[in-house]
């Protein structure tokens, strides 16, 4: 643990819209209307799944996303209600199991 | 075709009822997510032996096929829209559910399953193993792509994940060929009745909840020794080319003005060839019959309505050329990508684009290559306005009224003239029509609600030849028999119109026939726009395709063919003002008179309700557009700009 006076809030999670080109982090939540959530776990959004940042669009909007063996193209709207694991926190368990091709 | 082993040729109805045994066919459902591979794996089963149908109301595109199993045995194929699950929320799911509980009217329950599966992403892809087994229908497994698996580096051991799944598994690859014949001895032994179903040894999960049928479809591939491909190497170096943000627009620039030239210029000789062809065809046909009804039946109404359709073969055949190649190759995706940002400014998206692009040729092309749109209201969207980009067909029209009534002159200096400007208006009046259009239609009836915008990108790959060949055959046939029929009725029902009733053993003039007395009689409705009833006749006989108002305006001036086009503009002259002139290019730019647009229209929404919809507003904006620019121009030309507003 440590005490930092740089962000006196609690800085609010990142998502996958904060990942950078090349960049890796691991799925916590899907902030979406459950049907929607369903809809991008059947595409590999998955909590405890590492998803990385690929190539985007001209403009940077829609990003494309490497997740599950495939590569999923997200609008930046969308992407941003995927939330990050925190890094720093202690690993959690891989609840969803072990992606195959991760 | 030649690695489809025993798939003789004989072409036999669909229908599971006519069977000549008189038994019903044995039925046999393929299912997979989309981009597995399942069309690829259908038309190699089936070749030709295929008919596209809608499912009963809805718009979910239904293709049936024969697979030849023994000498004198056939199998019903039913390829099944690509799904991620079995949860009923969309259409293409609700059908592929309802298809495999049975309760699909009109489709028999299947006695067996084929299920592909992309096994270079076998974790992702088993997750519909878990419904789909649950079904208890004799299953089939099949890992496609083996080739793509092998080139990189994954292996699965395909007795081990069988035993797994309870399943006979077979691993193939449907686009070279390899392991097909072993699911043809699948169908060969469900069609005999040979096959048993077996209970998995992995205990299926709880299906509703994504995660543990993911971490379930993890367990079976790990049980079953399977190693994941490395990357796809190619496909990113592509896409770091492609998606390359300076040169990935450029390459996408190219790729449309390609598309473009390629149906509006580079089918024009071929249709032009194609329409002459049919003239001589008709006229040397027409030689060898006596004149009279008969005659004047078949050539002027059946023949040169039928060929009115043929001639837009040559666009619509290039069209799928190109957009087979787009999508087979997996460059579709991409360019979707690159236009997501600009269509979604008018409330659509990416996969909009090349079918608006191609409607700049001809709509009826554009909206059957709107089936690349998933999404079913962005789809529906999409074909609502396509017909206001201005197609081909309206360009004939365009130079006619503008040749006659404005006068060239510079507007920016020696870059434009003033009738050039006034084409060119009328494009972006078209195009602004369909923003929007668009615009309204997406914040109101078709809302795409929640489900936002999700593309899977697909590795590239060749596109192959039987697949290019299959899709034109397809898409050709579809276009000839739908239009075809419509128009063929059309064409008939105009004929009878203009030469009904019979004077004396001769036809009518085409002022006193039932054609000029509806134009007499639709005359109050259009004056308002500044159109008599010659016009009116026009208007009317136009409603099969555009172009067809000048040949009409021809016959009712006394001249021969569109020839006379000099005349034909100033006999237009004293027939129009200058105001009922810009009406008469505002309503043609704004009106749905084509019937093949209407008929394509109603296949693929699948009922009369969109093309009603469609026709009605178009024709209102149409009305209430050329009633506006009637009114202005002729404001203007009493008085100052002024003075039309205030009588507006």
């Known amino acids: 643990m440590q005490l930092s006076f740089r962000k006196p809030v609690a800085r609010l999670s990142r998502s996958l819209e904060d990942l950078h080109p090349g960049e890796e982090g691991v799925l916590d939540r899907l902030d979406l209307p459950k049907d929607v959530a369903r809809r991008l776990m059947e595409l590999g959004f998955l909590p405890g799944h590492r998803i990385s940042r690929a190539m985007a669009a001209p403009g940077g909007d829609p990003r494309v996303f490497r997740v599950d063996g495939s590569e999923i193209a997200l609008r930046r709207e969308t992407a941003a209600r995927l939330r990050l694991r925190d890094q720093s926190a202690p690993a959690a368990a891989d609840t969803a199991g072990v992606s195959l091709s991760a | ?648």
């Open chain 2, 1 to 648: 075709m030649s690695e489809c082993h025993g798939s003789p040729a004989g072409v036999a109805s669909l229908d599971p009822r006519d069977d000549a045994s008189g038994v019903r066919p044995h039925v046999i459902a393929i299912v997979g997510p989309p981009n597995s591979g399942k069309s690829t794996l259908f038309n190699r089963l089936t070749g030709l032996r295929q008919k596209v149908a809608n499912f009963p109301g809805v718009t979910v595109e239904q293709h049936t096929g024969r697979a030849r199993v023994e000498a004198d045995r056939e199998v019903m194929l039913v390829d099944l829209p690509g799904v991620y699950s079995l949860e009923a929320r969309s259409e293409d799911e609700r059908v592929t559910r309802d298809v495999l509980y049975g309760e699909m009217p009109g489709v028999p329950r299947p006695d067996a399953v084929l299920l592909i599966l992309d096994c270079t992403n076998l974790g992702r892809h088993l997750i519909l193993a878990a419904p789909i087994l649950s079904l208890r229908l004799p299953t089939l497994v099949i890992l496609n792509m083996a080739d793509d698996l092998a080139a990189r580096g994954g292996k699965v051991d395909v007795p081990l994940l069988a035993a797994q799944l309870g399943a006979p598994v077979a691993l193939i690859s449907a686009f070279t060929g390899e392991g097909v014949d072993r699911v043809f001895q699948y169908i060969q032994g469900t069609a005999a009745g040979r096959i048993k179903v077996k209970a998995p040894l992995m205990e299926l999960p709880v299906l509703q909840d994504i995660p543990k049928c993911r971490t379930w479809a993890a367990r079976v591939g790990e049980k079953a020794h399977y190693h994941a491909p490395a990357p796809p190497v190619w496909t990113r170096r592509l896409d770091s080319v492609f998606l390359h943000p300076l040169f990935g627009p450029l390459i996408f620039l190219v790729v449309v003005v390609a598309v473009f030239q390629t149906i509006f210029s580079g089918a024009r000789p071929i249709m032009d060839g194609l329409q002459i062809a049919i003239q001589s065809a008709g006229a040397w046909f027409g030689s060898l019959l006596p004149t009279g009804l008969v005659k004047s039946l078949l050539i002027d109404g059946v023949w040169s309505g039928v060929g009115s359709v043929v001639v837009f073969l040559p666009q619509i055949l290039l069209l799928f050329l190109f957009i087979g190649i787009l999508e087979d190759s997996g460059y579709l995706a991409r360019a979707a990508l690159i236009a997501d940002r600009t269509m979604r400014r008018f409330g659509l998206q990416g996969k909009s684009f090349i079918p608006l692009l191609s409607a700049y040729a001809c709509a009826v092309p554009a909206i059957m290559a709107t089936r690349t749109i998933e999404n079913k209201r962005d789809r529906i969207a999409t074909i609502m306005i396509a017909p206001f980009m201005t197609c081909s067909a309206r360009l004939p029209v365009y130079t006619l009224i503008i040749a006659a009534f404005i006068r060239e002159r510079p507007v920016l200096g020696p870059f434009l003239g003033s009738q050039s400007a006034a084409l060119l208006s009328l494009y972006v009046l078209g195009f602004l029509a369909a923003v929007m259009t668009a615009r309204v239609l997406k914040s109101s009836v078709l809302k795409s609600g929640q489900e936002p915008f999700m593309l899977e990108m697909p590795p590239y790959r060749w596109p192959t030849l039987t697949s290019l060949g299959l899709r034109l055959v397809d898409r050709s046939l579809i276009f000839l028999k739908r239009a075809g029929t419509v128009i063929l009725v059309v064409a008939v029902v105009l004929w009878c119109l203009a030469n009904v009733p019979y004077h004396n053993g001769h036809p009518p003039k085409i002022e006193d026939s039932v054609a000029g007395m509806i134009g007499h009689g639709i005359e109050p409705l259009i004056a308002p726009l500044g159109f008599n009833w010659k016009i009116g006749i026009g208007l009317i006989s136009s409603l099969a395709a555009r172009e067809v108002i000048i040949g009409t305006l021809g016959t009712i001036y006394g001249m021969e063919g569109t020839s006379q086009s000099v005349g034909l503009q100033q006999a237009l002259h004293s027939e129009l003002s200058l105001g009922g002139a810009v009406a008469l290019l505002v309503f043609f730019a704004f009106a749905m008179q084509c019937m093949s647009t209407m008929a394509v229209v109603r296949r693929e929404t699948g009922g009369l309700k969109w093309p009603i919809i469609q026709f009605s507003y178009m024709t209102a904006l149409a009305w209430g557009g050329g009633f506006l620019a009637y009114h202005i121009i002729r404001a203007m030309s009493a008085g100052s700009f002024l003075q039309a507003l205030f009588r507006l």
